[in-house]
């Protein structure tokens, strides 16, 4: 009897050794060296009524958001886009078909001073951008100083999911050191490289054969397929950790008004912090102020986002988005945008999303009854069903 209670006590001290360690093991024990992540999307929504009405009304809403970052020790480039179009048209017989777009693009540099600290740098950034009825397109250059570093953890969180599949399936077995975890995410972190020598079709093989090694050979073949199938078929959303702040000047070459060259300043800052192995918490803020005479503005802009993980296909989004505008020659204007996602991934590349959400609009006008131009005083809520298109 005693020597069962003593076998039964070993165990249960293993798994609760196990499961510590496990629990130990977060985004933050990443040691990054070089690494790449590339987001994309295309969402897509259209609402179609008729009866009752003159004429069937339609809108259409397609927009296309991408984002690359490249990360080394002593630079991060990052490439935005974020685009959209709208279509609609009225249910009265003298509604017209109506097509708006916007879009903008940027490019930002971060060249480190000292590196593999988080540490000065310095920065670039050229954005260019169009919207419907513009006269000139926007183009804008700044350059400045920055403070501190943003990691990507994503290889890191990738790391996890594959070694806990692993052990799930019994394939894995015994503890997993932080050394390991970091061997398998740096691995993981290389997935360009692979693909560029070895070609999009066979990449995978010699991909999953190093993750196979940095596990110390661990890998069988039912362990690759697994493994394969992580990191193919499942969708594990982009994780950071970190905070910067940057601050530039530079010049509005081209304004959508037609104007003509004006001066410009930013400051800007960003702060990432994955609260546990499901939830990723980012902020970003930026303000920019254009100089002219008489007329000077600034827009102010900021981004939260509390992403929560709650099984491996499905995620619930959340951000708050709050913007403000300002000149010498209009009323400011404030919005406060809340929104709630729940998206399922159907396959890595399509999600099928339910979103609600609330906006608020504060400009100094109140409607006064009379006049349909400004009718905005009250809080916008919006529901829709979409479709969203992973290209990358």
Not at 83 to 101: F, H, T
């Amino acid at each position: 009897m005693k020597s069962t209670i003593t076998a039964v006590s070993a165990a249960v001290g293993m798994l609760v050794s196990s499961v510590t360690l496990a629990e130990q093991i977060s985004m933050f024990d990443y040691d990054e060296a070089t690494s790449a992540y590339e987001d994309a999307y295309l969402d897509a929504q259209f609402d179609l009524r008729d009866g009752n009405q003159d004429q069937a009304s339609y809108n259409a809403i397609a927009s296309a958001n991408y984002d690359r970052v490249f990360s080394s020790a002593n630079r991060n480039t990052r490439i935005e886009f974020v685009g959209d179009i709208n279509i609609s048209q009225g249910p009265n017989s003298n509604d017209e078909r109506k097509e708006n777009y916007q879009a903008l693009a940027a490019l930002t540099n971060d060249m480190y001073f000292s590196p593999k600290k988080n540490d000065f740098f310095w920065y670039g950034k050229a954005e260019v951008g169009a919207q419907t009825d513009m006269k000139d397109p926007f183009t804008k250059l700044t350059a400045g100083l920055g403070y501190g570093r943003v990691i990507n953890a994503t290889p890191m969180a990738k790391a996890i999911r594959v070694i806990q599949s692993l052990q799930e399936h019994g394939l894995l077995g015994g503890n997993v050191s932080r050394e390991t975890y970091q061997n398998v995410a740096q691995v993981i972190s290389r997935e360009a490289a692979y693909r560029s020598r070895y070609g999009s079709a066979d990449y995978a093989e010699y991909w999953v054969e190093d993750i196979g090694r940095a596990l110390d050979n661990q890998l069988s073949a039912r362990g690759a397929v697994s493994s394969y199938d992580v990191l193919i078929n499942e969708r594990i959303s982009t994780r950071k950790y970190g905070w910067l702040v940057r601050a530039g000047g530079g010049a509005v070459i081209t304004n959508y008004d037609g104007s003509e060259t004006k001066p410009a300043l930013e400051v800007g800052a960003e702060y990432h912090y994955p609260i546990n192995n499901q939830t990723q918490f980012s902020n970003e803020a930026i303000l920019t102020a254009i100089l002219d005479d008489g007329n000077n503005g600034f827009n102010a802009t900021n981004t939260m986002s509390l992403t929560y993980e709650l099984r491996d296909n499905i995620d619930w989004e959340n951000a708050w988005l709050l913007t403000y505008a300002a000149s010498d020659k209009t009323e400011d204007l404030m919005t406060n945008s809340l929104r709630s996602t729940f998206r399922y991934y159907v396959s890595n590349s399509i999600s099928v999303s339910v979103t609600g959400g609330l906006s608020k609009t504060e400009d100094n006008i109140d409607y006064d009854g009379t006049t349909n131009t400004n009718r905005n005083d009250d809080i916008d809520t919006t529901f829709h069903v979409g479709l969203t298109y992973r290209l990358k």
